[in-house]
């Protein structure tokens, strides 16, 4: 057995040698995304103020110091290959992204400061927040940002895209065989390798036999990983963007079985709603689809007050699939009224944490039940930090298929517009906002930045001395942006951006 907090302790030093190992961009990515899924939950070091050190912060604080590290190492050294499309400075440099930016910090940091009275509910006190709290909101609401930031300035180009599918799809496929162990014997492994039980075994239960958990926080979130790893699996095999990519049609095909033997519903459809979609619109398509997806995520509560989405309707056929899932899916609707009702005192700013948001009866007892993302967060910041939370995640997308045309936006990156959108419907009934979902949201951001990305060919280096292009916003005079394109993998072929000097991107 591990101990828990040594395997925490011990992931920077992993980071590091994924440093030495890789070029940053990969490095990048590994450091995350087996974090997320290897790493023990509940487990961390808490100090005051700071955000709490565990499996989402450790990384990350990990990866950004050695992302730094690495990019001043590389530019200082000439005879080293630079890696492509790395942006200036660390927030977005688009005006409607660092709006949303400062909404979602300064939004925390402001909650607090309007919830400084005592609440009361029957024997039940909650206390006021302090000025102490309005700190302590803002940090680990910048945390929170820290992997949309770093995928922002180092995963924006193309290529970086390529490998964010295919590291997500490799990890999910390796993550099915351990998700099969635990189907057959029950949510062990957590217990197993860290001494960690799973919380609400209850849950894990269903239809005769379990639901796998393995190192996350609930089968829910296992449920959704693994069908965002299955939707980019088939990603990678239509697009051919790996040398192994038939081998990725087998472990696509690996992966669905897995989804379907979890026994999560919601994963389930969303996968197979959206895998026609990844095997066959085109890059055009893709992005309409995906820019309807996310302005329905983003508009969702106020398409829900209008009563404008048929919620009777899919509970009618979730009752036909299961009476069991039916009566599951309408608790959590007459929660999210409750909550929603509770929201809408403080709308603006919303009640903060401390269990402020929560409905309470007479006696005291706790009578809600947060299960959807977008309630919690207006419950927590009302409508500032939802539409600050939730225009990070889908606005990319939208502005992306607004100028998909000037921008030359190629098949990869509308694939992972398409994985992006799998989480994001999770998020309207599940709560799995994860460090997975910031990297492709943040990606995005970065795509969105680069504007124009136009070149004869695909490779990932670049020598550094020969890095001479600059930031750009629209064609290169000399260059013949409409040669056809010869990479089945990509579509229109692209060029490798560059920032306006190897120091910028420091």
Not at 149 to 159: F, I, M, N, T, V
Not at 209 to 232: K, M, N
Not at 269 to 287: D, F, G, K, S, Y
Not at 410 to 423: E, F, G, K, Y
Request: net charge positive; charged share 15%; glycine share 8%.
């Amino acid at each position: 057995m591990i101990p828990p907090l040594a395997a925490l302790y011990a992931w920077p030093i992993v980071v590091m040698i994924l440093y030495r190992r890789y070029d940053l961009t990969t490095a990048l990515i590994l450091s995350l995304i087996p974090a997320y899924l290897l790493l023990p939950v509940r487990v961390g070091v808490d100090f005051p103020v700071l955000p709490r050190f565990d499996k989402f912060s450790i990384p990350l604080l990990s990866a950004l110091l050695f992302s730094f590290i690495a990019l001043r190492q590389l530019s200082a050294n000439r005879r080293k290959n630079m890696p492509l499309g790395v942006l200036p400075g660390f927030l977005p440099r688009d005006p409607i992204m660092l709006g949303l930016v400062v909404l979602f910090i300064g939004g925390a940091f402001l909650t607090p400061l309007t919830n400084s009275d005592t609440l009361r509910y029957g024997p039940k006190t909650l206390q006021g927040l302090r000025p102490y709290d309005a700190f302590s909101s803002a940090m680990v609401a910048g945390m929170s940002l820290l992997p949309l930031l770093l995928a922002r300035k180092y995963l924006g180009h193309p290529d970086a895209h390529r490998r964010l599918l295919i590291i997500i799809a490799g990890c999910g496929i390796l993550y099915a065989f351990l998700a099969l162990i635990e189907i057959r014997l029950s949510p062990q492994l957590s217990n197993w390798v860290y001494g960690v039980s799973v919380r609400d075994w209850a849950q894990q239960k269903r239809e005769g036999g379990f639901r796998p958990v393995i190192f996350l926080e609930h089968s829910l979130w296992l449920g959704i990983f693994l069908a965002t790893a299955t939707i980019a699996a088939f990603a990678v095999w239509r697009t051919k963007i790996s040398q192994q990519h038939k081998r990725f049609m087998f472990g696509a095909g690996l992966l669905l079985v897995t989804v379907v033997l979890s026994k999560t519903l919601g994963a389930l459809m969303i996968t197979l709603v959206l895998l026609p979609v990844i095997l066959m619109l085109n890059a055009r398509q893709q992005m309409l689809a995906a820019a309807i997806i996310g302005g329905v995520v983003v508009t969702y509560p106020l398409l829900r007050s209008a009563d404008l989405v048929p919620v009777d309707k899919v509970v009618g056929f979730a009752m036909k699939i299961s009476p069991e899932r039916a009566g599951s899916l309408q608790y959590r609707l007459n929660n999210e009224d409750i909550l929603l009702e509770k929201a809408m005192q403080r709308p603006a700013l919303g009640w903060g944490g401390w269990g402020r948001p929560r409905v309470y009866n007479e006696k005291g007892e706790d009578e809600s039940t947060t299960d959807g993302r977008w309630v919690i967060s207006i419950g927590l910041g009302g409508f500032a930090r939802y539409f600050a939370e939730f225009g990070l995640l889908t606005l990319p997308m939208i502005l992306l298929a607004l100028r998909k045309r000037r921008y030359e936006i190629t098949l990869i990156t509308s694939s992972l517009c398409i994985v992006l959108c799998a989480n994001l419907v999770d998020l309207i009934p599940n709560a799995g906002l994860t460090m997975v979902t910031w990297l492709m949201a943040g990606a995005l951001i970065g795509r969105l930045e680069m504007a124009r990305v136009t070149d004869s060919d695909a490779t990932a280096l670049e020598p550094a001395g020969r890095r001479q292009q600059r930031y750009h916003r629209g064609p290169q005079p000399g260059l013949d942006t409409a040669a056809p394109a010869t990479d089945r993998a990509e579509g229109p072929r692209y060029t490798r951006f560059a920032t306006k000097s190897r120091k910028a991107g420091v």
